[in-house]
C-alpha cells in the first residue's frame, strides 16, 4: 500500500473548519484514500473514504486532487470532542489480496481549542 | 449498527502469567479480524489477521507462539499473551471486517495490559 505524509500536529478553534492535508504520491489508481481517527485511550473511529471523487459525510468531507497525489480532509465546523489523531491510510482493493489490511502512519494529532 | 466489543477493557497481570483477550463483533459477522498493538504515543501496529476457521497469519517479528490468536467463530477472537512480561504492556486493539462489506472495518475500543 502507499505511503502517506501528514503533519504532525495541527490546531483549530472551535467552530472554525479544520483541514487537514495529506500527500500520498505514489497511489495506484485502484487503491482508496481512508480517514480515521484515534481519540486519546480508545479504538479508530472510520470517518470516510474515496476514491477519486469529493465525498461527503455527516461526519466530514474528503477532497481529493484531480491527480489522486493527495487530499484533505475537512471537518466544517470543529468541536472540543473532534481532537485527535487523525490517521490517512491508502488502502487497496480486495482483489489486491492484502486489501483489508490497514497501515497506520503516524497522523496528524489536531488539537481543537476555545 | 456495526459494533465491536473487547473484554477486558483493562487488565493487569503479574509477569509470567497468560492473559485473553476476547474480541466481538456484536451486530455483523467477521470473517476476518485483525489484532493491533499500540505503546505509548506510537501508532497502532498490526500484529495479526485471523481468519475463521483458520490459523491466524502474524506480521513479521510477531512471536506467534507468545500471541496465541484464535478465531473460533464469525462472531468472537481471543488473543492470549502467553507468560507476560512488562515490555508486553501495551493497548491492544482488535478490528473486525464485516461480512457483508466490501470494505469496512470496525475498530473495537481497546484493552490496556498492564504487566507488573
Known amino acids: 500500500d502507499a505511503k502517506t505524509t501528514q503533519p504532525t500536529s495541527m490546531d483549530c478553534a472551535e467552530g472554525r473548519a479544520a483541514n487537514l492535508p495529506c500527500n500520498h504520491s505514489?497511489?495506484?489508481?485502484?487503491?482508496?484514500v481512508y480517514w480515521y481517527r484515534q481519540i486519546h485511550s480508545q479504538g479508530p473511529q472510520y470517518i470516510i473514504h474515496?476514491?477519486?471523487n469529493n465525498e461527503t459525510n455527516e461526519m466530514a468531507s474528503l477532497i481529493i486532487t484531480e491527480d489522486r497525489k493527495s487530499s484533505t480532509l475537512i471537518l466544517p465546523h470543529a468541536t472540543l470532542r473532534d481532537t485527535a489523531v487523525y490517521y490517512c491510510?491508502?488502502?487497496?482493493?480486495?482483489?489486491?489480496?492484502?486489501?483489508?489490511?490497514?497501515?497506520f502512519g503516524t497522523g496528524t494529532r489536531l488539537q481543537v481549542t476555545l | 449498527g456495526a459494533v465491536v466489543s473487547q473484554h477486558p477493557s483493562r487488565v493487569i497481570c503479574k509477569s509470567g502469567t497468560s492473559v485473553k483477550i476476547e474480541c466481538r463483533s456484536l451486530?455483523?459477522?467477521?470473517?476476518?479480524m485483525f489484532w493491533y498493538r499500540q505503546f505509548p504515543k506510537q501508532s497502532l501496529m498490526l500484529m495479526a489477521t485471523?481468519?475463521?476457521?483458520?490459523?491466524?497469519?502474524?506480521e513479521q517479528g510477531v512471536e506467534k507462539d507468545k500471541f496465541l490468536i484464535n478465531h473460533a467463530s464469525l462472531t468472537l477472537s481471543t488473543l492470549t499473551v502467553t507468560s507476560a512480561h512488562p515490555e508486553d504492556s501495551s493497548f491492544y486493539i482488535c478490528?473486525?471486517?464485516?461480512?457483508?462489506?466490501?470494505?469496512?472495518?470496525?475498530f473495537g475500543p481497546g484493552t490496556r495490559l498492564t504487566v507488573t
Open positions: 478490528s473486525a471486517r464485516d461480512k457483508g462489506a466490501a470494505y469496512e472495518q470496525y
Open positions: 505514489t497511489i495506484s489508481g485502484n487503491e482508496y
Open positions: 474515496g476514491l477519486k
Open positions: 491510510i491508502v488502502r487497496g482493493t480486495l482483489n489486491t489480496g492484502t486489501a483489508s489490511k490497514l497501515t
Open positions: 451486530d455483523f459477522q467477521a470473517t476476518t
Open positions: 485471523s481468519n475463521e476457521g483458520s490459523k491466524a497469519t502474524y
